[in-house]
C-alpha cells in the first residue's frame, strides 16, 4: 500500500496542511493565520485526521514545508512535524516551498518568484524533472532575471503582480506567467513521497536570507 504522508505549510500568512496516500491527496485544507499558526495549526490537523478516522501514529511520513518564508511560521511548521515523527516513530522530511511551486510549471525551465518583502524576493530556476538549475536565492526582482539561464522559461508565483512591470524592456517581456495556489501543502505531500527521509531531528530550515537579528547584530 502507498504510504500515508501528513504535509505542513505554515511558512507565510496563507498555509496548508494536506493528507495524501501516495500521490494521491486525500484531503487538502487553505489556512490563513495573518498572527501566527501556533495557536491554529494543532486544532486543524486533529479535524483533518479525525475526518479521514487515522491516527497520528497511523501515519508513514511527515513532511514540512522549510521555507523560505517568515522565520516564526518556517519554525512552527518544522517543530510540528519534528514532534510528531518523533511521537509516532516515523520519517519525516522537509521540502523548500520553491520546489513546490515549481511543481506547478510546465516549461523546461521554472524560476520561481516569492515576495520576500524589503523590496526583493526569494527565486531559483529548476527544470522539468523539479531539479535545481540556479540556486534559490534572495534578491531584488530585477538583479535576479539578470542572472537568469538562456532557455525556454517561464515565472511562477501565487502572485505576480508585484514584479510584472519589471520585465518590460527584458528579454522577458513575453514570458509566460503561472500563477501558483497559496496553498502549497498538497505539492510538499507529492514531493515528499519521492525524497529521501530522515530522523525528524536531523529537519532544517531553509531560511535563505539570514534572520534580522543576526542582519543587525554588532559587537
Known sequence: MSPLI????????FGSIALARGDQILEEIPLHAPTG???????????????????????????AASGPGSFTGVRVGL???KGLAEAAGKPAVA?????????????????????ARRGEIYGAVYDQAVRLVAPETVAQFPAWIATLPEGELEFIAADFTPFRAALAGTRFARTSLVTAPRALAAA????????VPQ???????NYVRR?????FWKE
Open 6 to 13: 501528513l504535509a505542513v505549510d505554515t511558512t507565510h500568512e
Open 211 to 215: 534572520s534580522d537579528a543576526e542582519l
Open 37 to 63: 499558526f501556533a495557536h491554529v495549526l494543532y486544532r486543524h490537523l486533529a479535524l483533518l485526521l479525525d475526518r479521514h478516522r487515522v491516527r497520528a501514529v497511523d501515519i508513514d511520513r511527515f513532511a
Open 188 to 195: 510538499i505531500a507529492r514531493l515528499a513521497l519521492d525524497a
Open 79 to 81: 517543530a510540528c512535524v
Open 95 to 115: 521540502v523548500s516551498n520553491l520546489q513546490a511551486l515549481a511543481t506547478f510549471g510546465a516549461a523546461p525551465l521554472r524560476a520561481v518568484v516569492l515576495d
Open 199 to 205: 530522523d525528524p531531528a536531523a529537519l532544517d530550515a
